[in-house]
């Protein structure tokens, strides 16, 4: 049985006085909800304070990025060992915002994962094609070398989970149609099953879906099969919202 996981990405958004005070109302709206994974990715210089808001809490944090080295000079880097020491159980690798602004190729994704199985911390790994790919009949191609080359050499079992995440549907608020991501999530499970895992692995994997996910409409794309829960930005920062949103059937 596959993991419900509702993850909240803040991006570069609340200071440590901000991450306590969110949390602050985020904890109580979260009380009877022990049966999803519920993580919140806050910015590296609020891990520290999610770390002591959420100590007593089954509300789980993670950092947005890593360095693939453990230590050594590379200036304004954190590593996976750094983050272990922080309590982080999760890290993103890979989103499409890191990818554009910051040239992070899949290859380097493939490092950085590796990095982060070897501390025990869960990768989330984005993938997911751009507004120009998807209209030239790309998709396919771009998310099977995604998963590819970003999951190389991935033991069968280290934890590990995808995030499907179009680039087009991020923050844009058009969100992908039931069917776009149904499809989406069937090709990226087959992907792992064909060239990272084998099919019983594979059909063990969360994917969580991301881009403009709102109340309002993840209770239609949490009903399909392949759906295992959200990588949610705007509305992750909304406490009722992000609370709404893991109203799912588990
Ligand atoms: P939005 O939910 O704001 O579209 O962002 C999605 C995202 O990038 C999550 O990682």
């Given at each position: 049985m596959r993991r419900k996981v509702?993850?909240?990405?803040?991006?570069?958004?609340?200071?440590?006085?901000?991450?306590?005070?969110?949390?602050?109302?985020?904890v109580p709206l979260l009380e009877n909800k022990a049966g999803l994974d519920w993580i919140v990715f806050p910015p590296s210089?609020?891990?520290?304070?999610?770390?002591?808001?959420?100590?007593?809490?089954?509300?789980?944090?993670?950092?947005?990025?890593?360095?693939?080295?453990?230590?050594?000079?590379?200036?304004?880097?954190?590593?996976?060992?750094?983050?272990?020491?922080?309590?982080?159980?999760?890290?993103l690798v890979?989103?499409?915002?890191?990818?554009?602004?910051?040239?992070?190729?899949?290859?380097a994704c493939n490092l950085k994962i590796k990095a982060l199985i070897n501390q025990g911390i869960t990768p989330i790994y984005c993938v997911g094609e751009t507004l120009k790919e998807r209209e030239e009949g790309k998709t396919e191609k771009v998310l099977k070398?995604?998963?590819?080359s970003g999951l190389k050499d991935i033991n069968l079992n280290d934890s590990l989970v995808v995030a499907y995440e179009p680039v087009w549907a991020i923050g844009t608020g058009v969100v992908a149609t039931?069917?776009?991501?149904?499809?989406?999530h069937k090709l990226i499970?087959?992907?792992?099953?064909?060239?990272?895992?084998?099919?019983?692995?594979?059909?063990?994997?969360?994917?969580?879906?991301?881009?403009?996910?709102?109340?309002?409409?993840?209770?239609?794309?949490?009903?399909?099969s392949q759906v295992d829960g959200f990588l949610v930005g705007g509305a992750s920062m909304v406490a009722k919202s992000f609370a709404q949103i893991g109203q799912i059937p588990l």
């Open positions: 509702i993850a909240g990405n803040w991006k570069m958004h609340f200071s440590p006085l901000e991450t306590e005070k969110f949390l602050n109302e985020l210089v609020s891990l520290f304070k999610a770390k002591e808001k959420l100590n007593k809490s089954f509300i789980k944090f993670g950092a947005q990025n890593c360095h693939q080295e453990q230590k050594g000079a590379f200036t304004g880097e954190i590593s996976a060992l750094m983050l272990k020491e922080l309590g982080c159980q999760y890290c890979g989103h499409s915002e890191r990818r554009q602004y910051f040239n992070e190729t899949s290859m070398e995604q998963i590819t039931p069917q776009q991501v149904e499809e989406a499970r087959l992907c792992l099953a064909d060239t990272v895992f084998n099919q019983k692995r594979a059909a063990e994997i969360s994917i969580l879906y991301g881009g403009s996910v709102k109340p309002e409409n993840s209770q239609e794309l949490s009903m399909l």
